[in-house]
């Protein structure tokens, strides 16, 4: 049973830093494009990182690039998300995804939701005072 679970959230005033995990568990996580989302109150689900099976490199959005770093173990298997510098529009609720793509990879940009079949429950992320 192919299952994702996000750990890591928490509060954290601002200008601190949090470390997102996901375990995929089932997962031969090699093959797989991962990404993280977040929904903020009242807000849409967005894609912020991206990170491709291929090895082609990582995406971000402009909300967090330079402060925000994916990255994976692929034989354990678990991938990350590091955020540095938060901010209290960080606030909300973070998701991991992730897809198998054998002939072409989703992660050319920001993630779109549409193009990722598994996902965490999500994990909380509050930045404040």
């Known amino acids: 049973q192919l299952q994702l679970v996000e750990t890591g959230g928490g509060l954290v005033q601002p200008g601190g830093s949090l470390r997102l995990s996901c375990a995929a568990a089932?997962?031969?996580?090699?093959?797989?494009?991962v990404a993280w989302f977040r929904q903020a109150p009242g807000k849409e689900r967005e894609g912020i990182s991206c990170?491709?099976?291929?090895?082609?490199?990582?995406q971000y959005s402009d909300s967090v690039k330079g402060r925000f770093t994916i990255s994976r173990d692929n034989n354990m298997p678990i991938f990350y998300l590091e955020m540095n510098s938060l901010k209290p529009e960080d606030t909300a609720v973070y998701y991991c995804?992730?897809?198998?793509?054998?002939?072409?990879?989703?992660?050319?940009?920001?993630?779109?939701?549409?193009?990722?079949?598994?996902w965490g429950l999500g994990t909380q992320v509050t930045v404040s005072p």
């Open positions: 995804a992730a897809d198998w793509n054998p002939h072409r990879t989703v992660c050319t940009g920001v993630p779109l939701e549409g193009l990722f079949g598994y």
């Open positions: 089932g997962f031969r996580l090699a093959n797989y494009d």
């Open positions: 990170d491709a099976a291929n090895g082609a490199g990582a």
